[in-house]
């Protein structure tokens, strides 16, 4: 099985490593008067990348909107994945798990536009339509288009991925366990505390991968509904067409936050069989 695998993981491996070396090669080369890549070897890209005031406030920006929305992932998800594991009959269990992947079923777009409308502001009485969108409609209030709306549409976008591995994680729970933290006197939140917490770490580090690495690089959702915020990716993606080798050189950014917290998720055992 190994043998057989072997051949397309190494070329999978090679290509996406491989365009990953090109990719950031390309910061070290100046371009021409026609922003075309050169032979000259240059390091000014990555000092600008890493030393300019308004990008490393992109990137803490950007942080935080990833740190937020897995925080709003786990929040939303381990109540789920309890119900659905260890309280839902049975019978009901595969089609609750349906329910949480239906949204997956839906195009990328047409969510993140769903969204846009949903938290759309009232355009006012001078403009030619007013209304707003549907929590402008129904409660008043919106939060417009912001960080706010970026945070909350990435973290709908992307709860399903948060919502499995805890889900994975609680079927294993044996329920003896349960019982025996009862049997000894212990309340809800203790048996919460000591026994479930440590079990599931594997689990909520392995859904937080894909939160948070998700997250990090969107560029698509914050054009959409983020108004003027500007994300790292919006940033790559925009100084892609006026600085190619500055913008390669801003991707070193994201690539060393995943890489740092990839090996601070391993040690939390996340590649494990969670």
Known sequence: MLATLGAPVAWMLLVYIGSLVILVAAAFFELDANSKPTTDFTTDNVSKALTTSSFLWTVARSVGVAVAVTAICFAIALPMAFYIAKVARPRWRRSLIVAVLLPLWAGYLVKAYAWKSIFTPDAGKFAARKGGGFLEATIGWTPGYGRLAVVLTLAYLWLPYMVLPIYSGLERLPPSY??????????????????IMPILIPSIAAGSIFTFSLSLGD???????????????????????????????????PIAIIIVYLIGMGRLRAFEDV
């Open 178 to 195: 349960l019982d025996a933290a009862g049997d000894l006197g212990a309340r809800p939140f203790r048996t919460f505390r000591s026994v």
């Open 219 to 253: 560029y698509i959702t914050p054009n959409i509904v983020g108004g003027k915020e500007q994300l790292i990716g919006n940033l790559i993606a925009k100084l892609q067409e006026q600085n190619s080798a500055l913008s390669a050189a801003l991707t070193l950014w």
